[in-house]
């Protein structure tokens, strides 16, 4: 009997796994689109620049997948990693700060094609207060934990100031919230069964700086 990822024995996976099964996936959409029926580990490694061993040992901690000699059914290895990934399903998410980046957090269609539909907006400004953005109603960030329990929130997306952002993350906590995407420029001290990402865009352009100063190239870049 194959192994599925709901029979195979809970591992601990590493973060670099699961950045690799999110490029497999967006691959295989592609794939898909290209209407490849079945697809190599040594074809899916060249387009994401890893190596076929690579492939094979992400995909080994989840069970089998394909057939040795005829490759990956394309569809069904994109469900798989889907279902792995946990975005065949939708998860409902609240926005907390309506400014420039909350605003365009909103309108992000990429969110909801994974399945991560954004369903309540807060903020404490009251010219925004019970205003109508992109078809959402924004709420008194002061309702914000009853608001996320009522509304069965289960993630949420920061995107407050610095200053403010650790006080909105106790509340958010409180209301027993366990994943959080994180825009503001802090780092958040949660309990440790709670999940926080950090997207902090001022780091990524201090990378690239540094790296166009010192002609600087990480290792394993450019080779194929």
């Keep these: 009997m194959e192994e599925t990822p709901e029979s195979t024995p809970r591992k601990r996976i590493s973060e670099s796994t699961i950045h690799r099964l999110s490029l497999y996936f967006r691959a295989l959409s592609l794939l898909e689109?290209?209407?490849?029926?079945?697809?190599?580990?040594?074809?899916?490694?060249?387009?994401?620049?890893?190596?076929?061993?690579?492939?094979r040992k992400d995909l080994s901690f989840f069970g089998s997948f394909g057939t040795r000699g005829l490759g990956y059914p394309v569809t069904e290895l994109k469900a798989r990693v889907s279902r792995i990934l946990g975005i065949d399903r939708v998860w409902r998410v609240a926005l907390i700060g309506i400014g420039n980046i909350g605003s365009a957090l909103v309108s992000y269609k990429e969110f909801i094609k994974q399945g991560f539909h954004i369903v309540k907006l807060f903020d404490n400004d009251q010219r925004k207060i019970g205003s109508n953005h992109k078809g959402i109603i924004v709420s008194d960030i002061k309702n914000l934990k009853t608001e996320l329990h009522e509304d069965n929130i289960e993630?949420?997306?920061?995107?407050v100031p610095a200053t403010v952002a650790q006080y909105i993350v106790d509340d958010v906590?409180?209301?027993?919230?366990?994943?959080?995407?994180?825009?503001a420029p802090i780092n958040l001290k949660v309990p440790p069964d709670v999940h926080v990402r950090n997207e902090n865009m001022a780091m990524e352009l201090e990378y690239l700086s540094f790296?166009?100063?010192?002609?600087h190239m990480p290792k394993g870049a450019g080779k194929n």
């Design 33 to 55: 689109k290209e209407n490849y029926e079945t697809v190599s580990s040594k074809e899916l490694a060249k387009r994401e620049k890893l190596t076929p061993a690579q492939v």
């Design 155 to 159: 993630m949420v997306v920061i995107a």
């Design 173 to 183: 906590v409180e209301a027993n919230i366990k994943a959080i995407l994180n825009f």
């Design 211 to 215: 790296a166009m100063v010192n002609n």
